[in-house]
């Protein structure tokens, strides 16, 4: 079994900064891509960025230039730094995992979501 905890959310005025922390511990061979989404009410939940093993990165484009996506290995944890926040980005930001089990097969797990809230 696999467990990935969030943290780092809350509130923050417009223009400030945030930066959301996700944590993955259990029975994980290695992470393939680590990825952070977003769903405000009301909405679907999207993709707002990515970073493969090899340390390739995407961006949704409403994000670009302002999050930047990052990790560390040795921890199991992928980080989003927010710059520049602004009240449509609130939402809750869950972080997902493509990984591979040591029993090797592969398999995909979600955060339990963290509250992000821009507003003055």
């Known amino acids: 079994q696999v467990q990935l905890v969030e943290s780092g959310g809350g509130l923050v005025q417009p223009g400030g900064s945030l930066r959301l922390s996700c944590a993955a511990s259990?029975?994980?061979?290695?992470?393939?891509?680590m990825e952070w989404h977003r769903q405000a009410p009301g909405n679907q939940r999207e993709l707002v960025a990515a970073l493969t093993r090899g340390g390739s990165t995407n961006y949704v484009d409403s994000v670009k230039g302002r999050f930047t996506i990052s990790r560390d290995n040795a921890k199991n944890t992928v980080y989003l730094q927010m710059n520049s926040l602004k009240p449509e980005d609130t939402a809750v930001y869950y972080c997902?995992?493509?990984?591979?089990?040591?029993?090797?097969?592969?398999?995909?797990?979600w955060g339990q979501g963290t509250q992000v809230t821009v507003s003055s």
């Open positions: 997902h995992f493509w990984v591979v089990t040591t029993t090797g097969f592969p398999s995909a797990y």
């Open positions: 259990g029975s994980i061979r290695s992470i393939n891509v």
